[in-house]
């Protein structure tokens, strides 16, 4: 199992192809989503799946 939607699922459950009108609509629907290095909106699968996951993010450490 992914830990992200896969891109045909978020056009499913957006209804949307192009990544802009997909940001939008997960906006419009409160989703929880991230933007990825390639400007594409990625919707972890807790955020709909209705578990409560917790993604950290990393946290600075000085250099040894």
């Known amino acids: 199992m992914s830990t992200f ?36 909106p990625v919707v972890p699968m807790s955020a709909i799946d209705g578990k409560k996951e917790e993604i950290k993010k990393p946290t600075w450490q000085p250099p040894d």
């Open 5 to 40: 939607l896969p891109s045909k699922e978020l056009a499913e459950l957006t209804g949307k192809k192009w990544k802009s009108q997909q940001i939008l609509a997960l906006q419009k629907m409160g989703i929880r989503f991230f933007i990825n290095a390639c400007g594409r």
